[in-house]
């Protein structure tokens, strides 16, 4: 029989309290719909732990996030307080990422050298990527609270599940090609 972190996930669903939330919120009470937030974040979190054998430190903030933020919306009973949790997300992996910057380090390259690997890309690279992306995640979390604040449930999930896969990847097409063109500038 083999151990629950040798076995391969089937897929973890980031946005399974999310999806949960609004299901919920659409068919029955804000509270039941809180509540059910909350119950399907912590079993996301055990089902990484069963299939990944640990849970990530991002995995447990937003899990504290869902209920806190979950538990001020049962006492606020109003629904916005738990679609706060990307906009928060966003604003602390951003704040993470300038804060290693200004320390002059790459969460990047120390990845790449933690698990032995050599960066294949100049470490200026990296550094353009991580600070890049840092003004992506705090741009995207201050459009995620505009729409968990002013727009339907139906809007914030669209946003905080595929919505955000599709601005990701529109990033990434234009962050690769800005580093494309850097790269070809600085050839002789």
């Given at each position: 029989?083999?151990?629950?972190?040798?076995?391969?996930?089937?897929?973890?669903?980031?946005?399974?309290?999310?999806?949960?939330?609004?299901?919920?919120?659409?068919y029955t009470s804000l509270e039941i719909a809180l509540l059910g937030g909350i119950a399907l974040g912590v079993v996301e979190m055990l089902l990484e732990k069963y299939f990944s054998g640990h849970v990530h430190t991002l995995s447990k903030v937003n899990l504290a996030l869902i209920v806190v933020l979950g538990g001020i919306a049962i006492i606020a009973k109003e629904g916005v307080w738990f679609r706060l949790q990307p906009t928060l997300t966003g604003i602390g992996i951003s704040g993470f990422l300038i804060?290693?910057?200004?320390?002059?380090?790459?969460?990047?390259?120390?990845?790449?050298?933690?698990?032995?690997?050599?960066?294949?890309?100049?470490?200026?690279?990296?550094?353009?990527?991580?600070?890049?992306?840092?003004?992506?995640?705090?741009?995207?979390?201050?459009?995620?609270?505009?729409?968990?604040?002013?727009?339907?449930?139906?809007?914030?999930?669209?946003?905080?599940?595929?919505?955000?896969?599709?601005?990701?990847?529109?990033?990434?097409?234009?962050?690769?090609?800005y580093l494309r063109f850097i790269m070809r500038r600085k050839r002789p």
């Amino acid at each position: 029989m083999t151990s629950p972190s040798q076995r391969k996930p089937y897929f973890l669903l980031s946005f399974l309290p999310a999806l949960a939330y609004w299901l919920l919120e659409t068919y029955t009470s804000l509270e039941i719909a809180l509540l059910g937030g909350i119950a399907l974040g912590v079993v996301e979190m055990l089902l990484e732990k069963y299939f990944s054998g640990h849970v990530h430190t991002l995995s447990k903030v937003n899990l504290a996030l869902i209920v806190v933020l979950g538990g001020i919306a049962i006492i606020a009973k109003e629904g916005v307080w738990f679609r706060l949790q990307p906009t928060l997300t966003g604003i602390g992996i951003s704040g993470f990422l300038i804060f290693q910057k200004i320390k002059g380090r790459s969460l990047m390259l120390d990845m790449l050298k933690d698990m032995g690997q050599i960066p294949p890309l100049p470490d200026t690279f990296y550094k353009i990527i991580e600070w890049h992306l840092s003004l992506f995640l705090i741009i995207f979390a201050f459009f995620m609270a505009k729409v968990a604040i002013y727009d339907s449930t139906a809007t914030w999930l669209f946003w905080k599940t595929a919505g955000f896969y599709i601005a990701f990847a529109g990033f990434m097409v234009i962050e690769i090609s800005y580093l494309r063109f850097i790269m070809r500038r600085k050839r002789p």
